[in-house]
């Protein structure tokens, strides 16, 4: 059993972690359908294994034995890398989510005499636990030592700004296999993609910027912490409460980000075939689709994260100060990491809800959506919660020493919010209405045009109309 | 010009004509069975009588001379109610079999049973039932269907002469029927089907083929003589059914004969030739259509390069249109200006077969002797060209200098049957020949190019016919694979854009092909349907 | 196409709550998850096929009306177990698919003077519109109740007079004449 010690914790934390949330795609591929088929009045998936449990086997071997094709005139390389890439990318950024919270281990070390005990001490720990409190002496040459590690496979102190970086990567996969491909549909979908992400990343930051406000911190395990508590003694301290107007934004992102219907203008099959993944087939196809499930999963684990208390759930654990012998404990562990898949599962229905209800956007409603209402509200709303915040904190110092949002504060934050939102549906009937798309355009001489045939000599005059139209409608946009 | 008035309509009458005529003239539609205007009148189906002022009795419309000042009433009540009685009295032993009836959607019985008759029967006896008759080699008399009107036994005795057929019994048992041993097997037999205006006699040959409401029409001329007898090609799909006489007054009247009748069948011969072939090391071996062409016109060439000018000939088939004549002749003409055009046989020199009314001896329709369609027209393109001609028979003598010198030329069939002389022309035994026909030959064994021909039913053109009458025909169906008609194989020889189109090369020729007219489809030639049968 | 015959159309006025997109879409959500619980629940799903037949529902319940239900034909047989059809071509005639081909030819019984000597149903062109049947003078040919026919290559599915004769054997018991 020596050898298996000496493993850090987060190897095998590692190994579970993929092992699940890899199950977990095949079997989201799964649920997908199945959902698809209940709002369809359907039963779904029922022929393979009993209630189609076996599908996703099915399904996987069917992707490796298909032929591997590659059409000609494609980019080798890349067209090979980009999907190989994205689900790296998404895997890589699982490390940080905090899936168990902390976990913390009593153990006892024998120290030779003259040896610096501390030193031993931290020598005989796991790779990145701390060591919690000072050793101490049971008997002579041994000593009881605590230490605790995050239950997750990497405890970085920039956890959010490191997910926000390597999610942002992902889009590198469809753009890369789009144009890789060769193909102008795949092009176009690759290019929708850029255009797609560049806008929602913005809001995106934003909204996440809010709760590194409230919580003064970019590791995502003390964020979760952070929401370990009652408000009232009631209210979980969940930031979903405090900051509903952000949640709602940074779900919609989400979405967006993890190109999911009603924003999968990438791959939109009716207009672009198959959008960046048209040409592909066999397993590298079949990369690209996990990809995309393996991405919901991940922020999804974010938003759990951030906004629902990550592994936390009321009645069920006590926080961890109140009750240290509970983080001791395997079983809870185990739980939290439960309570947290199950709530990241739940999102993830509510993914592929909102799938199978929502009619996807047209492009230009996407971008209107992120630049016209969600990155100026975004912005309001951080700034918002700064000034709130500002206010709340001058007024408590616990907040100052705990960095915990106390009912008050989160009252606060929560009217702010509605206020806002108040304000910019106000805000929008006053405003002008935006220019209309998709109108008809009146061309002269065109037979659909109101705009008469223009006479011989008339040629310099019809180029001006042109002109004055052509400004017109950019000045519009 | 005596002037009638028909309910109320006047119109203008010729002297002497019935009162049915004149209407049908003016396009007033009335019924009627026994009328025809190329028999003789015995106003006995009764379902034309209309009421005339002044008389008082009905009086039947095919029979009565117009009168000045006539005032006719064709749909009062007197009449129609003769009209349906007539009906009601047709159909009473008249079989309910229209399903299967050839005659079904062209039958008189049928159009009137709808138009003037009732939707029920009130006879509830059993019907009576006649055997059906084999009375010719081409026609089958199905007697329960007969009503009696007697076209076909006044068309054997005033139009064919032979009076075969006759009316046997009396009352209802009355029917028709010919003489034991003497069956009806003249040449003008099959024109009794198409006068019959019920299915009593039908053509065997027809019969259970087709559904006539599905064949569509393709007006043409009689390939089979130099009558130029107008026809009708009946087609489906792709496929000819029957002929039908198409009238024109001044050539065939009405009838056609037997040959041109059954002559449709040479274009789904199994024989037809499909396959090009050339020549190679002695034999001929299958080739594409391109290739063979290829190899035609080079081998052309180059007969006309190592030799003198008039070493090319090109025999023209009297089965040509005269436009496919005229292109070919302008090709060889190109190659060569001084190719001798020959005219091909002139097959069958016997003697016209001529028909007379029985009753009054009167010449009434004439069986070419010539048993070719075109001789007359390809001649007058030979000259219209100008240049060296010769006749065949020339050329099988060889006796003329410029016979003597031909090395190679191009020889065009597309006979009905066999025309290759036992003693074949020097000039066409020898030399590079290609060979364009749509039925095997000796001939077509040796030569070093066979092109597969389209048949008559299958291009469109002119011909001209004994009286000098240059009549139009257009193409029913599509060659069979393999074949393609000459006319596009000529226009691909000299370079030319487009397919052949012969109205378009009749303008290019001249008077007198210029202002010969496309021949009319049904539809356009008559206002109402019945009045040219 | 007149200046005068357009019509240009505005896109309507948004209400607050659609304009805010989020109600509207919650809304639709809320009919989805209707849905949803309804098939969960087997209040409401579809007929689950190779299980199920519709000929096995009742009517009301949006089962097969087999009174007026058109499936593949059949070539009716008469007492004697000859073919009744007389190849008169008015199915071919009336069908609008074009999709019956018949050849005719004089028949080998004394009684009746024509008969199919081929008889085609390129039952793939077929639009099952009943028209043959309605067309029909013998009460020849009829559309069975029979749906789930199958065929590994389209010549497969053109039925031959052999092949629809069979079908009458097939479904005389079920649907008598």
Known sequence: MDWLSVIPPFVYIALVAFGVVLVTVAYLILLERKVASWTQDRIGPNRVGPWGLLQPLADGLKMFFKEDYRPGGTDKVLFTTAPAAMMLVVIVAMAVIPWGGVHRVETQISVAAGQDVLAAAIASIPMNADLVGEPRVVEAGTYGIMYEYAFQIADLSIGLLFLVAVLSLAVYGVVVGGWASNNKYSFIGGLRATAQMISYEIPLGLCLLTIVVMTGTLDLGQIVEKQAHYWGGVIPAWNVFAQPLAFLMFLTCIHAEANRSPFDLAEAEQELVGGYHTEYTSMRLGLLLLSEYAEMIVTSSVCVALFFGGWHLPGLLGPDAQHPAVTSSWVVVLLRCAVYFIKVLVVIFVFMWVRWSMPRFRFDQLMMLAWRSFIPLSLVVLLATAIALYFAVAQDESFRSLRRIDGYTALLLFGVNIGLLLGAMVLSRVLPPPPLTNRRIGIPGSRFSHTPVPAAGEVEAVVQTKREFLVGVSNQL | MPKIMVDGKSIDCKPGQMILQACLDHGIVMPYYCYHPGLSIVASCRICLVEVEGIPKLVPACQTPVREGMVVHASSSKAIANQKAVMEYLLINHPLDCPVCDQAGECYLQDYSYQYGRSESRFEEEKHKKPKKDVGQHVLLYNDRCIMCSRCVRFTREISGGGELYVQGRGAREEIDIFPGRPLDNKLSGNVVDICPVGALLDKDFLFKQRVWLLKQAASVSPVDSGGENIYLDYNEGVIYRIKPRYNGEVNQWWISDDTRYSYKIVRDPRRVVQPMRMQYGSQIETTYDRALEMAAGGLQQVVATGKAGSLYAVLSPMMACEEAWLLGQYMRRLDPKALLVLGPVLGKGEDEVFCNSLTGKQTFVIKGEKVPNAKGVRRVMEKLGGPTATFEEFVKGDRAEVKEVKGGWIVGGYLGDWVPKDLPAGMKKGFRVMQDILPTVLAGAVEVVLPGAAWAEKEGCWENHQGRLQAFEAAVVPPVGCRREGDVYMNLLGRAGLYNGAGIRKEMGEPFESVRAPVAREEEAAFEFVEL | ?177
């Open chain 3, 1 to 177: 196409m007149k200046d005068t015959e357009i019509i240009e159309l505005q896109e309507p006025r948004l209400s607050v709550a659609d304009q805010f997109y989020v109600p509207q879409m919650l809304v639709g959500m809320g009919t989805t998850l209707k849905h949803m619980f309804m098939t969960l629940t087997g209040k409401d799903r579809v007929i689950q096929y190779p299980e199920e037949k519709r000929e096995d529902i009742p009517v009301v319940e949006g089962g097969m009306n087999l009174r007026t239900y058109r499936g593949v034909h059949r070539l009716n047989k008469d007492e004697g177990g000859r073919v009744k059809c007389v190849a008169c071509f008015m199915c071919s005639t009336a069908c609008p698919a074009h999709c019956i081909h018949i050849e005719a030819g004089e028949s080998p019984w004394a009684d009746r003077e024509k008969y199919p000597i081929q008889f085609d149903i390129d039952e793939l062109r077929c639009i099952y519109c009943g028209m043959c049947e309605e067309a029909c003078p013998v009460d020849a040919i009829e559309l069975t109740h029979e749906y789930d026919i199958v065929g590994l290559t389209r010549q497969e599915m053109i039925f031959d007079k052999e092949k629809l004769l069979k079908m009458y054997d097939q479904t005389v018991e079920k649907e008598p004449m």
